[in-house]
C-alpha cells in the first residue's frame, strides 16, 4: 500500500523543515498528516516530535525524491535555492518529481524574500511592484516563483508565494553583532528594512494553506518603516547593551561582509495590505510590541 493511501487524513508535504518548517508542522499536525522531507537521518527524531513524518531526501539529487510524486495534496516549499548561479536548481527538480504524480498536489505555497524587489532607494514597495533583483540570491528566488507560477496553472496547481523580509525571534535577534560593537551606518544613509517574527510567519504560512488565493504574491511581513540602524538601537536597548556606532557607508563596507553589505545597501518599505486575505492578525506587529516582551521577561525566553 502506498503512502498517499494509508492515512485518512489529508496529508502535507513540507520542504525545508527548519526552524519555521517545525513550528509549521506542529500546528499542521493537528489536522494533517505531516510530510517533512529531510536529507539527515539525524533529524529524524525532532521531525517526529514536531508531529511529522521524515522523508529522507535531498533537493540536489533528484534520484532521492522519487518518493514524494504522489504524497500530499498540499506541498509547503520552504527550502531554499542552492548557494550559487542566478536558477533555482532545487525548485526545479522538485517540481519535475511532482509533475510525475497523478495531480495529486492541488496546492503550493513558497516561501521565497522580499529580496526580490531590490533597491527603491527607501520607497514603498508592494505585491505589484516589478521585481527587480540586485544579488545572484535574489535572482535564484526571482527564478523559483517564475517557473512556480508558470508550472502551476499548467498543471492545476494554486500556487501561493509569501515575499519574506528578515525573520526574527527571541534566538535570532542580532545580539552578537552588538556584542561585538559592530558599527552601522549613519542615519541620513541607513537603509530601511522589514522584519516578520518566527511565530507570525508560521502562522501565516498555515493561513496560506487555507486562505491563499491561486497564482497570489503576498508581502508576508509586518509592514513597519524602520530604518535598520534604529533596529539595532531598539534590540540594544532591550537587552540594555550599547547602542551601536554609526559610520559613513565609505568606511563601513570595508570591514563588513560582501554579504551584509548587500543587505544594507538596499532600502525598501514593504507594505503588507494583502496580509489581511490570511485572516490571521499578527502577534507581534512590529518589532518594537516584540521587545517590550523582552523587558518585562529579561530572559528572553517566550511562553507558549
Request: charged share 20%; aromatic share 6%; hydrophobic share 35%.
Amino acid at each position: 500500500m502506498s503512502l498517499m493511501k494509508s492515512f485518512g487524513k489529508p496529508r502535507i508535504l513540507i520542504i525545508g523543515c527548519g526552524d519555521i518548517g517545525l513550528r509549521v508542522a506542529k500546528q499542521l499536525s493537528k489536522h494533517y498528516r505531516v510530510f517533512a522531507l529531510t536529507s539527515q537521518k539525524s533529524r529524524f527524531s525532532e521531525l517526529i516530535q514536531s508531529g511529522a513524518l521524515p522523508i529522507l531526501g535531498n533537493l540536489d539529487q533528484p534520484e532521492s525524491l522519487w518518493r514524494l510524486s504522489d504524497l500530499a495534496q498540499t506541498i509547503i516549499h520552504l527550502a531554499p535555492p542552492q548557494s550559487v548561479g542566478v536558477r533555482d536548481n532545487r525548485t526545479r527538480n522538485l517540481l519535475r518529481i511532482l509533475a510525475q504524480g497523478s495531480k495529486t498536489v492541488r496546492r503550493l505555497i513558497y516561501v521565497s524574500t522580499t529580496g526580490v524587489y531590490g533597491d527603491h532607494q527607501g520607497a514603498q514597495v508592494s505585491e505589484v511592484t516589478p521585481v527587480n533583483p540586485q544579488s545572484e540570491r535574489a535572482k535564484r528566488r526571482v527564478d523559483a516563483e517564475r517557473t512556480l507560477r508558470l508550472w502551476g496553472p499548467a498543471h492545476g496547481v494554486g500556487v501561493t508565494i509569501l515575499r519574506v523580509p528578515g525573520i526574527y525571534a527571541a534566538d535570532r535577534l542580532p545580539l552578537e553583532r552588538l556584542h561585538a560593537k559592530t558599527p552601522a551606518l549613519l542615519p541620513h544613509e541607513d537603509a530601511y528594512s522589514n522584519h516578520i517574527h518566527s511565530d507570525d510567519l508560521a502562522n501565516l504560512v498555515c493561513a496560506a494553506v487555507y486562505h491563499g488565493k491561486p497564482q497570489r504574491v503576498i508581502n508576508a511581513c509586518d509592514g513597519g518603516q524602520t530604518k535598520m540602524g534604529d533596529y539595532f538601537d531598539q534590540v540594544a536597548d532591550a537587552f540594555a547593551l550599547e547602542r551601536p556606532p554609526r559610520l559613513p557607508a565609505e568606511q563601513l563596507q570595508k570591514i563588513v561582509s560582501p554579504m551584509l553589505w548587500s543587505f544594507m545597501r538596499e532600502s525598501r518599505r514593504v507594505t503588507n495590505t494583502r496580509l489581511a486575505e490570511l485572516k490571521t492578525p499578527l502577534r507581534y506587529p512590529s518589532v518594537a510590541a516584540f521587545l517590550k516582551t523582552i523587558s518585562k521577561n529579561p530572559s528572553g525566553q517566550q511562553s507558549d
